[in-house]
């Protein structure tokens, strides 16, 4: 498996990993489908900050997740700290892909002077506070009730990761 920097080529596949998580969980509270048009667009507006991770097959390779950040709220006083989006194939969790991902963000951050790293996780999705959790990420926030999703109100975690320079 390797971690790569996200290319317009890659859109549909990402399409094709986000759109049953938006269309069947509350992992994400959007319930509006990404077009491989809009995700071109993003993957334009994050660059170097939206990558995937893919892994060779027999037919050749394929997108196994992808993750990107953007600043978590404007301003010039956040200007150092991002909010990510991380999403993977149902067959790539818990297989190291995440990890990988995560860590190439915080490279990629770390470079370019980001200092937090913020995680937006549905409480409904019990996978991805573990996952932030052993990543090293803690929990500052809850927000109750401020998704809206299959009729039912949803909390926000808030987590973070605070960057540290490499030595």
């Known amino acids: 498996m390797i971690v790569r920097a996200a290319t317009a080529a890659d859109a549909a596949a990402i399409c094709a990993i986000a759109n049953p998580i938006i269309r069947d969980t509350v992992i994400t509270f959007n319930s509006i489908e990404k077009t491989p ?7 334009a507006a994050k660059a170097p900050a939206f990558l ?6 027999g037919t050749g390779s394929r997108v196994l997740g992808f993750a990107s950040y953007t600043q978590f709220r404007g301003g010039a006083g956040y200007v ?3 909010e990510h989006t991380i999403q ?8 190291g892909a995440g990890r990988a991902l995560i860590a190439g963000l915080e490279e990629i951050g770390r470079a370019r002077g980001v200092h937090v790293l913020v995680a937006g996780v549905s409480a409904g999705n019990p996978m991805g506070l573990a996952f932030h959790a052993a990543l090293g990420f ?20 808030l987590m973070q990761k605070i960057l540290r320079p490499a030595s």
């Open 88 to 95: 993977l194939a149902p067959e790539a969790r818990g297989q």
């Open 138 to 157: 803690v929990e500052v926030g809850r927000m109750p009730e401020v998704g809206f999703k299959f009729g039912e109100w949803l909390d926000l975690v």
């Open 80 to 82: 150092h700290s991002m």
């Open 52 to 57: 995937v991770a893919e892994a060779e097959t």
């Open 37 to 43: 048009e809009g995700v071109a667009e993003e993957i």
